[in-house]
């Protein structure tokens, strides 16, 4: 579990940011989704876009440990990445399909195509023809997302044609929902209906339709599968309620310098910002270059875990190496240069913060880049490891 305590001592001090991925709350967030689905649901795990920015490598395997044997990713070579952290026995989804030409590739890395579209359905009959074998894949119906999906007239085609499956084992039916983080919205019980109806013109397959926040929303939306991915890392599946899932992520800063300014003084960019009173103001070594977003500036705070109640300011533009913090409201408190702040902590989550900057959670968390200094915290082995 992450907590306030302040940063180790031992922490390389060539990064101006600190990024803490507590590997525990990952698994134990694993857990609480799959025990709310119950057993006759098997739960899945997203693991794309490296693991939501965390480190495919460092997370897929803590979920392996922690039982899941199905996992989604995006691309092929995503797929491809993970498939040595697994055994034979885990099942690799890939949820853009099969691009023209990776056929085969998918195959090689026993990747599971989900397949969206007419074409390619051909190009993955045409591989099991020249395999000479049936192969796996699920079959992914638009249930009125417009996004991905076999329409209601490729589902007519597939039903009207003898053999349009021929070769292929379908091994789940799936859609999305559009707006189940919004429980109440009518477009869940439209989307719900659809899906039913073109799943039952497809071949008898075990069924997905809900992912974080479609698992929320009770049993009648769990189907054979849910395919969690934000909630397992800490984003709350339950927007507007208290969030079920234990805190992954802890975001530092450190401080460069500090400085008193008097009013009228401008900080940062554009004069964004103009003192109204004597000033203490912090400037902090990370900033959109590190993929923290542009538009916290003037709108979010950091933290100083040991005056944890002091919300204290992000001023002004935030450049692409820096920020300003306006620190005075914590007095004289010591602040030398190498001191951490909290971005994202036990005392401002990940959701308040992608808040401020006018996002959401999902783009915060994916977006932190490559500078921070990056500790995987992993209490079963009691150590921190540096990655």
């Known amino acids: ?100 030409g990776t056929e085969a590739a998918l195959h090689e890395h026993g990747l599971v195509p989900v397949l969206n579209s007419l074409e390619q359905i051909a190009r993955w009959r045409d591989l099991a023809r020249q395999a000479g074998r049936d192969l796996p894949a699920a079959l992914q119906v638009d249930s009125g997302m417009s996004r991905f999906g076999l329409s209601d007239a490729d589902v007519d085609a597939l039903a009207a044609r003898d053999g349009s499956l021929a070769g292929i084992t379908p091994l789940l039916v799936m859609s999305h929902l559009a707006c189940a983080d919004e429980p109440a919205h009518p477009s869940n019980h439209a989307q719900r209906a659809a899906f039913l109806r073109l799943r039952a013109r497809l071949p008898a397959a075990p069924a997905s339709l809900a992912a974080s926040s479609g698992l929320f929303m009770g049993s009648d939306w769990h189907f054979d599968m849910v395919r969690p991915g934000a909630a397992l890392y800490g984003i709350n599946p339950t927007p507007g309620w208290p969030n079920p899932m234990q805190p992954v992520v802890r975001l530092q800063a450190r401080i460069v310098q500090t400085r008193w300014i008097g009013p009228g003084t401008a900080v940062g960019y554009g004069a964004a910002f103009i003192a109204d009173r004597p000033s203490r103001i912090a400037t902090l ?100 490891c540096n990655g």
């Open 1 to 100: 579990m992450l907590t306030a305590d302040p940063m180790p001592a031992a922490l390389s001090a060539w990064a101006g940011g600190i990024l803490t991925i507590d590997l525990d709350a990952v698994a134990a967030n694993y857990r609480i989704l799959r025990d709310r689905v119950g057993p006759r649901t098997i739960c899945g795990a997203a693991v794309k876009a490296d693991a939501y920015g965390l480190g495919a490598a460092r997370i897929v395997p803590v979920l392996a440990e922690a039982g899941c044997r199905t996992f989604f990713v995006a691309h092929l070579a995503e797929g491809a990445a993970i498939r040595p952290l697994l055994g034979t026995d885990a099942t690799i989804f890939v949820l853009n399909g099969a691009m023209p």
């Open 285 to 384: 070594a990370v900033g959109y270059g590190d993929g923290f977003p542009r538009a916290a500036g003037g709108h979010g705070h950091a933290v100083l875990p040991e005056r944890p109640a002091a919300k204290l300011p992000i001023i002004g533009r935030i450049s692409m190496d820096c920020l300003a913090v306006d620190v005075t409201d914590i007095g004289d408190a010591p602040l030398d240069a190498g001191t951490a702040l909290d971005l994202i902590g036990p005392h401002h989550s990940i959701d308040s913060a992608a808040a401020a900057a006018g996002t959401i959670g999902y783009e915060l968390l994916t977006g932190l880049g490559a500078r921070y200094h990056r500790l995987y915290r992993d209490d079963r082995s009691r150590k921190g």
